[in-house]
């Protein structure tokens, strides 16, 4: 398997802008994680799906930023409109349900917001 | 709400001696732990994963152990090399109802092996 697939790897946009990131989780696969890094504040989980549907979006920060999972091998998190406080490095994990289960992340898209 | 907490957040060593990081939670309702290596400007790569019912986990140089009930897990690395410079994060994964299948971050350990 190629491993989880995000795209972009980068994305410089200007302020006001739509941005899309996306994911492909590795295939059978059933939970995926998006989260943020930055240096001020780490990792965060903005997000996770279980078999497609959102278990826990408490920590998408704001309405601007929303995250989709029509089927099992696509995930979308949008931001509109961005701002330059959302410029950070955004990853995707993917793992099998059981909680018992190793999580894999992709490359990571590097998201500038100018 | 679970909290991970990595100790140091720096760590500079010369080459040959033994690396020891810390990793330190809150709930011990996990399912397990797993650490994760990253490259600047890279992904996060998986090391270990410890289920919740182990003690300790194996890789080559690499040696975690989990003491869930005291929320503990230590990261032992035999031997550093250059290449051991990285950041390490370790995380859990919960198993409560209001956490279930969370995987939580510590903010990492930022190791540096001298030649």
């Known amino acids: 398997d190629a491993g989880v697939i995000q795209s972009p790897r980068h994305e410089v946009t200007e302020m006001g802008q739509e941005v899309t990131l996306r994911c492909k989780p590795i295939?059978?696969?059933?939970?995926l994680f998006w989260y943020r890094q930055t240096m001020m504040r780490g990792l965060e989980l903005l997000i996770y799906?279980?078999?497609?549907?959102?278990?826990?979006d408490s920590g998408m920060p704001e309405d601007r930023f929303s995250a989709k999972m029509p089927n099992a091998s696509f995930s979308t998190l949008k931001i509109q409109p961005s701002e330059p406080r959302d410029s950070a490095v955004y990853f995707c994990?993917?793992?099998?349900?059981?909680?018992?289960?190793?999580?894999?992340f992709g490359q990571g898209t590097r998201l500038t917001v100018v | 709400k679970q909290e991970v907490t990595q100790i140091p957040a720096a760590l500079s060593v010369p080459e040959g001696e033994n690396l020891v990081l810390n990793c330190s939670f809150t709930?011990?309702?996990?399912?397990?732990l797993q650490w994760f290596r990253q490259d600047p400007g890279k992904g996060l790569t998986s090391l270990l994963l410890i289920q919740s019912s182990q003690r300790e986990q194996t890789s080559g140089r690499l040696n975690a152990s989990l003491d869930k009930s005291s929320g503990r897990s230590t990261l032992y690395i035999a031997a550093s090399q250059p290449g051991d410079s990285a950041t390490y994060l370790c995380a859990v994964r919960g198993s409560q109802t209001d956490s279930w299948g969370k995987l939580q971050f510590g903010a990492g350990t930022q190791v540096v092996v001298t030649p």
């Open positions: 295939s059978g696969h059933n939970s």
């Open positions: 709930d011990s309702a996990i399912y397990n």
């Open positions: 994990a993917s793992s099998l349900e059981r909680g018992d289960t190793e999580a894999f």
């Open positions: 799906f279980n078999n497609n549907v959102p278990i826990d």
